[in-house]
């Protein structure tokens, strides 16, 4: 019989929380964010189990599945953002015009 990591919990959590980010960011779709919820709640009440009687298989699919299907389904770099806490993504870093590129050698 194998054995359930105890580390499962914390990957769960993040998740969550990436999903919920998702939610608020503009760059994923609305239809992403109207029918995976959706769904995942008619599936909650829905008589359709794989554990009858048991609330089990009901919170695995909101709790485990929908966060997961929710990051499937977002464009990545809203994905990157939400990973790192952001509900948006970052501004991209301005470039300053007084730089000069130039390819350079250490010399010793």
């Known amino acids: 019989m194998s054995r359930i990591p ?16 998702l ?3 503009p760059a994923v ?3 992403v964010k109207l ?6 709640v008619v599936y909650y009440f829905s008589p359709i189990d794989l554990l009858p009687g048991l609330p089990f298989d ?3 699919v909101v709790l485990f599945v929908f966060p997961k299907l929710m990051i499937h389904f977002a464009p990545p770099d ?3 953002a939400a990973a790192y ?3 948006q993504s970052p501004p991209p870093e301005e470039e300053d015009d007084q730089t000069i590129d130039v390819p ?4 010793s």
């Open 78 to 80: 809203a994905v990157e």
């Open 58 to 60: 009901d919170l695995f």
């Open 23 to 25: 939610m608020q960011n």
């Open 85 to 87: 806490g952001y509900t």
């Open 6 to 21: 105890l580390n499962f919990l914390p990957g769960i959590l993040r998740n969550i929380g990436i999903a919920w980010r």
């Open 104 to 107: 350079w050698r250490s010399v």
């Open 29 to 31: 779709s609305p239809w």
């Open 35 to 40: 029918l995976l919820p959706l769904l995942a």
